[in-house]
């Protein structure tokens, strides 16, 4: 098997991929990308936590223009995991107003972006109706 590896670093490849937060020690505040400092209390030490696998679709666009390369129509997605927002695409759904809807349950879902000349696979996520 081809080596992958994740787009983002919070995305964890395993065989049972996931998101991972980092968790404020002092006020549970999470961050998906690494912090300093806290933005809600200024604290320093965080601690990384899975992120739910699945979660509430909170609001969608229909994306119908993009840059070079990159196919449309698409549904980005803001998606509520258990209290931390992810952004991402909605996969494994028709790109239709009628066929996607807040509060519909998604779950994480990889999405292979390419390889290489190596044989290396980019790796993002997106989430699909659960």
């Known amino acids: 098997m ?6 983002v670093d ?3 490849l395993s ?3 996931r998101l991972v937060a980092h968790e404020c020690e002092q006020c549970a505040a999470r961050f998906f990308d690494r912090r300093n400092a806290c933005a809600s209390c200024g604290a320093t030490a965080f601690r990384e936590v ?5 979660g509430t679709l909170r609001t969608f666009t229909i994306v119908s223009t993009a840059g070079p390369g990159v196919p449309v129509p698409f549904v980005a997605a803001v998606v509520d995991c258990d209290g931390i927002t992810a952004r991402g695409i909605l996969v494994n759904v028709e790109p239709d107003p009628r066929q996607v ?3 519909m ?3 994480l879902a990889t999405v292979s972006l390419g390889a290489d000349e190596a044989g290396v696979e980019a790796v993002g996520y997106g989430f699909e109706p659960a």
């Not at 899975?50 to 699945?54: I, L, M, S, T």
């Open 15 to 17: 065989d049972d991929p």
């Open 105 to 107: 349950r998604v779950r």
């Open 101 to 103: 809807r807040p509060g």
């Open 10 to 12: 919070y995305l964890v």
């Open 2 to 7: 081809a080596d992958r590896i994740p787009l």
């Open 50 to 54: 899975n992120v739910p696998r699945e």
